[in-house]
């Protein structure tokens, strides 16, 4: 599913892609045209996802990829400009959650939420950057932010602070970025159904002392316009949307897709 955008001859790079949303944008983007590099911490899992792709008649190859790993990252990306002959499009996805007041943090767990997300994101950016610089056409870069880039929900500190602190990513690559063509967005979904979704609705309701179902819908639905999950097709779409738009117009922007949870 393309929804009309193209993205022939050109080539993405999607982190997370084993699993729930960078599957779904991998898929979408290989479905519109582009060859993609699925990369994830589980390489057997990206490995398997891009094989489906490819039965299906895309281009995709899947690597192991740590995305707080430097070197991985650099190999990661040079494996995108070995099968692809460069890179176009990253879409820093990769992510965990983890639900638990401030005060029961440890340190250990702060820095290793606040390494995927945002270290993680740096990586990837850093690598894009320095190989659409040289190859001169430009790029597009996508960081997976989220409803919770634009609001805060309690038991979510690391998370919250280090997906608004990709709205801030963003901004400043947009700018540099800017004159040599590269343009970046912040996708901010809300809650899509996913296995970092459906892992955290058992601890949310013992923490709040409420039912999985109050979970649903006291906590995750309760501000959506019609009590809608936001689905994976939904980002997937999205992603393309960004991705393949035809100018640099459209930069520096956080894109909410969450059934109206958040309204600018
Ligand atoms: P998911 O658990 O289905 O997929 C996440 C993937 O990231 C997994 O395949 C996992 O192996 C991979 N990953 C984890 N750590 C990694 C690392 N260090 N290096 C490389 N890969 C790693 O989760 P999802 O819901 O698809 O989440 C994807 C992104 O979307 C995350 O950034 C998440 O914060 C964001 N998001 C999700 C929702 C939601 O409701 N599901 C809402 C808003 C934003």
């Not at 990369?39 to 899992?45: I, Q, S, T, V, Y």
């Not at 008649?57 to 192991?64: E, L, M, N």
């Not at 097709?233 to 991705?243: G, P, R, S």
Request: proline share 3%; charged share 20%; hydrophobic share 45%.
């Amino acid at each position: 599913m393309s929804g009309g955008h193209r993205l022939d001859g050109k080539a993405a790079l999607v982190t997370g892609a084993a699993s729930g949303i960078g599957r779904a944008i991998a898929e979408a983007c290989a479905a519109a045209g582009c060859a993609v590099v699925l990369a994830d911490l589980n390489g057997p899992g990206a490995g398997e996802a891009a094989s489906a792709i490819v039965a299906a008649g895309g281009r995709a190859i899947g690597v192991a990829m740590d995305v707080t790993d430097e070197q991985q990252v650099e190999a990661g990306f040079d494996a995108c400009t070995t099968a692809f002959g460069g890179i176009d499009i990253v879409v820093s996805n990769a992510g965990i959650q983890m639900v638990k007041p401030v005060q029961e943090f440890t340190f250990d767990e702060w820095r290793r939420m606040i390494g995927i997300h945002l270290d993680g994101a740096f990586l990837c950016t850093r690598a894009a950057l320095r190989r659409m610089y040289a190859a001169g056409r430009g790029g597009c870069i996508l960081y997976m932010g989220s409803v919770h880039s634009k609001e805060a929900s309690a038991l979510k500190a690391p998370y919250v602070s280090a997906k608004h602190a990709l709205v801030g990513l963003a901004k400043a690559v947009a700018k540099e970025g800017g004159p040599q063509g590269v343009r970046t967005n912040v996708i901010c979904p809300g809650f899509v159904k996913t296995p970092l979704v459906l892992a955290q609705i058992p601890e949310l309701a013992r923490r709040h002392g409420i039912s999985e179902d109050e979970v649903v819908r006291t906590i995750m639905l309760k501000d959506t316009v019609d009590n809608v999950f936001t689905t994976v097709e939904d980002v997937a779409q999205t992603a393309l949307f960004l991705a393949a738009f035809p100018t640099d117009a459209l930069t520096g922007q956080s894109v909410v897709v969450s059934h109206g949870w958040h309204m600018e």
